[in-house]
């Protein structure tokens, strides 16, 4: 009689399978602490925006929902699949929660086409993301959301997610063996904005504005309207040469500048001297305020991205926070045709990760940031409480409030003036006081030279790293960064033109706070193609020299590297450093490859068997 009761029930919709489920406390087992009914497994759900009625049972194609409403409420079991049916409006967040197994992993697909996801009823939190704080409090909207949930599949080929408005495109929290396929995501009105150059004059220049980016002009100052959103240009703008496919920052400060629509797609912006508009070139500007990502990956593992396009992230790109293993493959990156801009600062920043990060015969391109960001974060020592106990914080105004240790993490005390590790100790107790500050307990005593202003990085919390087989091209600074003590291997990847090092491998404990230092770095197979110089640094943020070095074991192995300006390589405090088999191309008049290659401060450096040309006239 049980069985057939909540059989029946599975008959009706989720809305009634609830209620029934908490009226009858017999059957309260098949409610979840969330509230959400548990799903009975091997169940198919339907959606259709268009045809379909909340009311219905979602149990047939012929008999669909109409929202995410019903899968909201439910907890998906092994076998269970969702399948939207049709594209179309969406006012609510799909909401996932699904426990799979690997055998028999939830599914979610969606049938190819467009899908609107408007904010205004999704889904919102307070979310502390990494390197992009400054509205620490405001609520998030969030399109698609997985949370506590394991094993799941989301296909979507030919489907693209638009959003219609500020939101976090996916977010994926506390959750492990999560697949995204076939997936591409877009902004109706992407938050950076563009004009491109078409005459200029002593007095003017004249602009053509793209369609998709509205505009209104007061007293001859310009204002963006996107959706739910509106700005006035300040002086940080990036500009894109078409002929070159180079993107570089620059300086453009309103004073002075008058706007004058001359059309509803077209703009005249009068000055008493040119701030540096020039015909042919296209003009990006954007808030600068930090209060989104594109994406969210945070406390979770065994994530996967694979065969995904973004046309428009905006936000600090996919960050991946406290997260382990994570694989993104054949992820493109790229503006859609009319657009320059793709990503509204980095496209995948990582911190504090963990287990093996991924990133492979992918796209990255067109972003108002870095390509690819690795770090973990130095938090300062305010107080020594006792021999065991000390109370840190997060220093800088962008990066704090998320969960920076856990019990059993190993750490590694720092002095910040020469940037070494003094002390390897682990973590017995951690008590967050606040967003900003915690009280750690370690498993020893720290060593007497400890001094309030030291610094403490997660060693835990630190990833192998494998970039391979990736282009990466439109960039206005660096192409790739990584701060991680275990072994990173770059490989076999394009590298155009990007505006300052292709390659940076920094550590610093007084400006962003971004950890550490190196151990095991190889960089071979790779093509570097006029990138801004030196095009491979190295260049820890110490104030002091020691008898140790910063960073070691550097490999540059088998190159191709065509120079834009005469800097290859730089290094400082860096021991252990091989140069070999690279081929560099100049077009100057450098004949030894030495006049290539900065070292300072380091020692046990091997450059040999390099080859230098001049590149034909």
């Not at 899908?115 to 939190?125: I, Q, S, V």
């Not at 995204?180 to 602009?207: G, I, M």
Request: aromatic share 10%.
């Amino acid at each position: 009689m049980r069985y057939f009761t909540i059989k029946c029930l599975l008959l009706l919709s989720p809305f009634l399978i609830c209620n029934v489920l908490k009226a009858q406390n017999k059957l309260v087992e098949y409610l979840a602490p969330s509230g959400r009914c548990v799903s009975p497994g091997n169940r198919t759900y339907y959606i259709d925006p268009v045809k379909g009625n909340d009311g219905n049972t979602g149990l047939t194609s012929l008999k669909p929902w109409k929202t995410f409403k019903g899968i909201n409420r439910l907890i998906l079991s092994p076998g269970d699949v969702v399948e939207i049916l049709s594209p179309g409006g969406f006012f609510e967040t799909l909401s996932i929660m699904a426990h799979g197994t690997k055998d028999r992993p939830v599914k979610i697909w969606f049938a190819p086409g467009w899908y609107d996801f408007f904010p205004d009823g999704a889904y919102k939190a307070q979310l502390q993301i990494s390197n992009t704080n400054d509205v620490p409090y405001g609520l998030k909207a969030i399109a698609l959301m997985l949370d506590s949930s394991r094993f799941v599949n989301i296909d979507g080929a030919g489907a693209t997610v638009n959003l219609r408005g500020k939101m976090i495109e996916t977010y994926i929290n506390n959750s492990h063996h999560i697949k995204l396929n076939d997936l591409s995501f877009d902004y109706q009105r992407p938050t950076v904005s563009e004009f491109s150059v078409v005459t200029t004059t002593s007095k003017y220049a004249d602009a053509a504005v793209n369609t998709e980016y509205k505009f209104s002009i007061k007293d001859s100052t310009l204002t963006w309207l996107g959706e739910g959103w509106s700005y006035q240009p300040g002086s940080y703008w990036q500009v894109h040469d078409h002929a070159t496919n180079e993107l570089s920052r620059m300086e453009i400060p309103q004073v002075g500048l008058r706007y004058e629509a001359t059309g509803e797609h077209s703009l005249r912006i009068f000055f008493k001297n040119n701030p540096g508009f020039k015909k042919g070139l296209t003009y990006q500007n954007r808030d600068v305020t930090r209060d989104c990502a594109g994406f969210f990956i945070q406390k979770s593992s065994n994530i996967n991205l694979n065969n995904i396009r973004i046309y428009f992230m905006h936000g600090m790109g996919i960050v991946s926070q406290f997260s382990k293993n994570l694989s993104f493959n054949h992820v493109v990156v790229k503006a859609k045709d009319g657009r320059t801009c793709a990503a509204w600062a980095d496209i995948l920043h990582f911190s504090g990760c963990s287990g093996k990060i991924e990133i492979g015969g992918s796209y990255l391109s067109a972003a108002n940031d870095d390509a690819i960001n690795v770090h973990g974060t130095f938090l300062k020592i305010t107080e020594k409480l006792s021999a065991t106990q000390v109370k840190v914080r997060f220093m800088h105004d962008q990066t704090y409030g998320f969960d920076a240790f856990a019990v059993n993490d190993s750490i590694g005390l720092v002095h910040p003036a020469n940037l070494l590790t003094y002390q390897n100790n682990k973590v017995s107790k951690v008590e967050k006081l606040n967003n900003r500050e915690f009280l750690l307990n370690f498993s020893n005593p720290m060593h007497n030279d400890m001094q309030t202003g030291d610094v403490v990085e997660n060693i835990t919390a630190t990833p192998q790293v494998w970039i391979h087989h990736n282009t990466i091209e439109k960039i206005p600074t660096r192409g790739i960064l990584v701060t991680t003590p275990r072994k990173v291997i770059i490989e076999n990847n394009i590298i155009n033109r990007t505006h300052n090092s292709a390659i940076m491998i920094n550590d610093d404990a007084s400006s962003w706070y971004e950890s550490g230092a190196v151990k095991d770095v190889s960089i071979k197979n790779n093509t570097f193609y006029k990138c801004g110089g030196p095009v491979i640094a190295l260049s820890p943020e110490n104030r002091v020299k020691s008898t140790a070095r910063v960073h070691s074991g550097i490999q540059v192995i088998c190159n191709k590297i065509t120079l834009k300006d005469d800097q290859f390589f730089e290094a400082s405090s860096t021991s252990g450093i091989k140069v070999t088999g690279n081929k560099i191309t100049t077009t100057g008049s450098i004949k030894n490859i030495d006049q290539l290659i900065s070292l300072k401060d380091c020692q046990d450096t091997r450059v040999y068997n390099n080859q230098l040309t001049k590149q034909k006239e």
